[in-house]
């Protein structure tokens, strides 16, 4: 039906409507009724309508703008509404009597409006102009619009999609970034059912850097000074972009100095001057270097650091085995421990140096081909076993603290660095002493006498003995005399024989050929240790430090004892039977008397009991073993003194 209200509501009369209907209206009958007319009318509305389809772009002038509405004619029964939004901040704003292409989207709403969009209208045309000149593979440019989820909208005539992978090369931390910036990309995909169009950055990026690294490799030689771009760091090294292709420049060729990261001498995005160190075209590798732009401080290190040279450095790093000390940028030498001081016995450089420390340094050695230095700390001073044999000359009595104790002896700290061996055999001279625990303990004072010096391999030799008089050369032989019957207790049972305690820290052999009148095969069987004896005096060999004991009270001995240099005897020598035994040595202790020289050569041989000539052999096997035992205790010692010897060296 037509609205006559609307038509009242302009002014119009029905004449004036009639008459302007009449000449483009076919011809109706004039007696017809009003309903007819109207009819009619509705039938030319709705011939004019059917020539639009809903979603067309139709050609439209602007009636009025009141407000935010722009009032638009399309030839429609009824004027269309279009909000003035849709007009964008650079076009002229409009006015009536302006033409304007809008997009039917709905003929009429529940309100009876025609619902019109501009903007709509407007994409669609950029959209077939985009299609109209544009396929899969070209290179389009566009500003970036906004960031929406998985990349970027990009506008070049219309929106299309930048994925965030396809940005760059390297995906950026943050693509916002890009919002705003015009850049160029290929077109990747067109879906003109959807009409979507999706694009990519990188691909055109790859497509260019493609072209200037073939042309790069091409040109590029050993030697040459270029210029890049540092795109990405790591730990070893950083990443350059020299227009095409990266390179890497290695962390240990950026500086002739010491550098813990690449970021102490670079940065991302900072251009830099390197030298080409090596390409290699087929792996499309470049080695690139920093520090060779420059010449390497190592060239004169000889001539600058001879050896003797002392010089200040500063510690730049501390190992297990020693200090790196900086000499100037690029040149680092190495204290070893063992160079570090003359007296302390270091377990970490760390005890006497930190990084950062300032240090006064030797130089010992330069090995330029290597690009090493040698340094010491310790000869920076003097060496106080140079002056060792003023300070401890032999025979010297000395103070010292006990600092370690072994089987074969203890070492005795003189002074810091300093320690002299006191020998277990030089601390007692009637006491055989197995461990050096025996006597004294760590950290005890004592005093001792130097017997020995000897500074090339940096040993002094101590005695606890030598301090009182030797009691085998007075006191023992004149208390012992031989005949003499004293008291004692036993202390030690073997198969040849017993030894017996004469007094603290004094011991004789009792033979088991003298432990009965009559012959004994198990001296267990006759005594026990810690039984107390009464024993007689045979002989003191104040040579090898040894007493010989009878228990056979009533027999006379047949020759007089002997002084330790072989003394007199009551009668002229003669050959003697030797008895082992006694707390000295392995040497034989006493002989056995026989007849003069004078007697017949029949009668004066002993004769030996088969049992007799049997304790003999097992008392020389005994004694052969102690050596052994002695002899092997010697040798390591021996080795023990090197080894503490290495421990102040190294």
């Given amino acids: 039906m037509v609205d006559r209200n609307l038509i009242r509501e302009f002014s119009i009369s029905d004449e004036d409507l009639d008459a302007a209907f009449a000449e483009v209206m076919p011809e109706v009958d004039a007696d017809a009724e009003g309903e007819e007319n109207d009819w009619v009318l509705d039938d030319v509305y709705a011939s004019v309508s059917c020539a639009y389809d809903v979603n067309q772009i139709i050609d439209g002038v602007i009636l009025s703008v009141d407000g935010e509405e722009v009032l638009v004619d399309i030839g429609f029964k009824s004027e269309g509404v279009v909000h003035i939004d849709e007009w964008s901040e650079e076009e002229e704003a409009p006015k009536a ?58 506008n070049i005539g219309v929106n299309v999609f930048l994925p965030a992978s396809q940005v760059d090369i390297r995906r950026p931390s943050d693509i916002a970034n890009y919002i705003g910036r015009t850049i160029e990309c290929v077109i990747l995909k067109i879906d003109e059912a959807r009409r979507n169009i999706v694009v990519s950055r990188r691909k055109l990026i790859e497509e260019k850097r493609e072209k200037l690294k073939q042309d790069l490799l091409s040109k590029i030689e050993e030697g040459q000074i270029v210029k890049g771009i540092v795109k990405n760091i790591a730990d070893f090294g950083a990443f350059v972009d020299l227009g095409g292709i990266d390179g890497l420049l290695h962390i240990t060729d950026m500086s002739w100095g010491r550098i813990n990261h690449p970021t102490e001498i670079v940065k991302i995005d900072d251009e830099i001057e390197v030298m080409i160190l090596s390409v290699d075209r087929d792996k499309e590798k470049i080695a690139l270097g920093l520090k060779q732009k420059s010449p390497s401080p190592w060239e004169l290190v000889e001539s600058k650091y001879p050896v003797g040279t002392k010089v200040i450095g500063h510690v730049v790093n501390v190992m297990s085995y020693g200090a790196f000390v900086k000499l100037e940028d690029g040149i680092e030498g190495l204290v070893h421990i063992s160079e570090m001081s003359w007296t302390k016995r270091i377990n970490h450089p760390s005890e006497l140096v930190n990084i950062g420390d300032e240090v006064e340094v030797v130089v010992l050695g330069v090995n330029k081909d290597k690009q090493e230095i040698s340094l010491g700390m310790k000869q920076t001073q003097s060496n106080p076993w140079d002056e060792v044999t003023k300070k401890y000359p032999e025979g010297a009595q000395v103070k010292g603290t006990v600092r370690n104790l072994t089987n074969y002896g203890a070492f005795i700290e003189l002074e810091e660095g300093v320690d002299g061996l006191l020998h277990v055999s030089d601390m007692s001279w009637t006491r055989k002493i197995s461990h050096a625990s025996e006597v004294m303990k760590k950290g ?74 009559h012959k004994v095969e198990n001296p267990e069987d006759i005594v026990k240790v810690g039984e107390a004896l009464d024993v007689k005096i045979l002989r003191v060999d104040t040579d090898d430090r040894k007493i010989g004991l009878s228990r056979k009270l009533e027999e006379p001995i047949e020759e007089e004892a002997a002084s330790g240099e072989g003394g007199e005897a009551g009668t002229a020598a003669a050959p003697r039977k030797e008895l082992m035994g006694g707390t000295g040595g392995d040497a034989p202790l006493f002989t056995m008397p026989s007849e003069s020289s004078e007697a017949p050569a029949e009668e004066s041989v002993v004769e030996e009991t088969p049992a007799e000539e049997d304790a003999a052999v097992e008392e020389e096997a005994a004694i052969e073993e102690e050596a052994a035992i002695e002899e092997e205790a010697a040798v390591e010692e021996e080795a023990a003194i090197e080894e503490e010897a290495e421990e102040k060296t190294e």
Avoid at 454 to 473: H, M, T
Avoid at 482 to 491: E, F, K, L, N, R
Wanted: proline fraction near 2%; charged fraction near 35%.
């Fill in 444 to 517: 005890d004072e004592i005093e001792c006498l130097v017997i020995s010096v000897d500074e090339e391999r940096k040993r002094i030799a101590l005695g606890l003995k030598q301090l009182a008089s030797d009691p085998w050369e007075t006191d023992i032989p004149q208390k012992y005399q031989p005949g003499a019957i004293v008291q004692g207790i036993v202390t030690k049972i073997t198969n040849f024989g017993v030894f017996v305690e004469l007094e603290e820290e004094l011991e004789g052999l009792l033979h088991i050929s003298e432990l009965a009148d």
């Fill in 97 to 154: 009597g302006d033409k304007v292409q809008v997009l039917l989207e709905e003929v009429e709403d529940e309100f009876g409006l025609t619902m019109l969009s501009k903007r709509k209208a407007d994409r669609i045309r950029e959209w077939e102009k985009v299609i109209a000149t544009h396929a899969e593979g070209d290179v389009v440019s566009g500003t970036v619009v906004r960031k929406i989820k998985g990349g970027l909208l990009i």
